[in-house]
């Protein structure tokens, strides 16, 4: 299992070296809003040979601006390319997935992409995270993933227990992708994630000490680390 941490600038990037994956996003303009393409940029130069992520926006429903907005995260230098569903319906969700994932592969074959729903679209009206995972293998993508949509400090155990997030693990696993696992993470929350065994986890505000508009601290990053192993 792989811990990803997501900084918001380049000062916080380097505080978050110790992470397997390095994470650009900007936590201001949502759960998966984009940064500017120089900081992507930077972060890559400082990270060395770990991989970086690019978040590009909670998507509502605009397949071109996605699409759009992937090709120059690739560009940018992001190994993993991010993107939310911000939206319901099937349908629009398979034209979103098939954009972003043909907009990266077919210059960048080797490259990620992440396709996310969230742990609380219930309460928001979006695409059930069950509902993606045969989309996102149909597409050519390659893991499924779940965060939070609305930033109140509610976490994803909030709205899926572990019973649910197994279950996605499990499904997408026997369509042959990776899990990631997000949305106001806790530090007690790591034993449970443990047993759920997703490949990658995605964290902010535990890092920051709880508060994600906070800094990254180096040592909570090593901590989690340490937490995994």
Not at 85 to 106: H, N, P, Q, S, Y
Request: include cysteine; hydrophobic fraction near 45%.
């Amino acid at each position: 299992m792989q811990l990803l941490v997501s900084p918001s600038s380049i000062e916080e990037a380097r505080s978050s070296l110790s992470a397997d994956i390095i994470d650009v996003k900007k936590p201001s303009e949502g759960s998966l809003g984009a940064n500017f393409p120089w900081v992507i940029q930077e972060t890559k130069k400082i990270a060395g040979k770990k991989p970086v992520s690019a978040a590009i926006g909670d998507n509502e429903y605009k397949p071109g601006t996605a699409a759009l907005s992937a090709y120059g995260a690739a560009h940018a230098g992001a190994d993993f390319i991010k993107v939310g569903l911000m939206f319901d319906g099937t349908d629009r969700a398979r034209d979103v997935i098939e954009a972003v994932t043909t907009a990266v592969k077919r210059e960048f074959p080797e490259k990620y992409v992440v396709i996310a729903a969230y742990s609380d679209f219930q309460r928001m009206g979006t695409i059930s995270p069950f509902a993606i995972s045969q989309l996102v293998a149909d597409a050519g993508a390659d893991v499924a993933m779940i965060d939070t949509g609305i930033k109140d400090g509610k976490s994803t155990f909030a709205f899926m227990d572990e019973e649910a997030l197994t279950r996605f693990v499990e499904q997408n696993r026997d369509l042959g992708l990776q899990t990631a696992l997000a949305g106001s993470l806790k530090f007690e929350d790591l034993d449970a994630l443990k047993r759920i065994n997703p490949e990658i986890i995605g964290v902010r505000g535990m890092v920051c000490g709880g508060d994600r508009t906070a800094t990254i601290r180096v040592e909570l990053v090593e901590k989690a680390m340490k937490m995994l192993v």
